[in-house]
Nanobody, 120 residues
Framework: QVQLVESGGGLVQAGGSLRLSCAVS?????????MGWYRQSPGKQRELVAR???????NYADSVKGRFTISSDNAKNTVYLQMNSLKPEDTAVYYC?????????????WGQGTQVTVSS
């Protein structure tokens, strides 16, 4: 079964940086329609942060453009989210997502989430 495990979250001061990692097992990141990062704060809906597709398209939320970068290491089967110039508004649980709709799995896969807290 496909599993996603996030790591790298923590407590950081405003203006600081963190790099999140998403280690994927059970399937190649190259086999999915897209890989992405989402985040959710208490009382709010989960929102897209960044994603890339199998055809090389990349999307970012307007609120993180210029500050966050999504990347991958195919050899390690891992997806990263580099977060710079962090703001208190970035505080959330961050989830890794693998879009496998219309593939043999025909579903989305989600990690357990990693907490990011940005203090002012």
């Amino acid at each position: 079964q496909v599993q996603l495990v996030e790591s790298g979250g923590g407590l950081v001061q405003a203006g600081g940086s963190l790099r999140l990692s998403c280690a994927v097992s059970g399937g190649s990141i190259l086999s999915f329609n897209a890989m992405g990062w989402y985040r959710q704060s208490p009382g709010k809906q989960r929102e897209l942060v960044a994603r890339f597709t199998s055809v090389g398209r990349t999307n970012y939320a307007d609120s993180v453009k210029g500050r966050f970068t999504i990347s991958s290491d195919n050899a390690k089967n891992t997806v990263y989210l580099q977060m710079n110039s962090l703001k208190p508004e970035d505080t959330a649980v961050y989830y890794c997502n693998a879009d496998a709709i219309s593939t043999g799995w025909d579903r989305n896969f989600w990690g357990q989430g990693t907490q990011v807290t940005v203090s002012s």
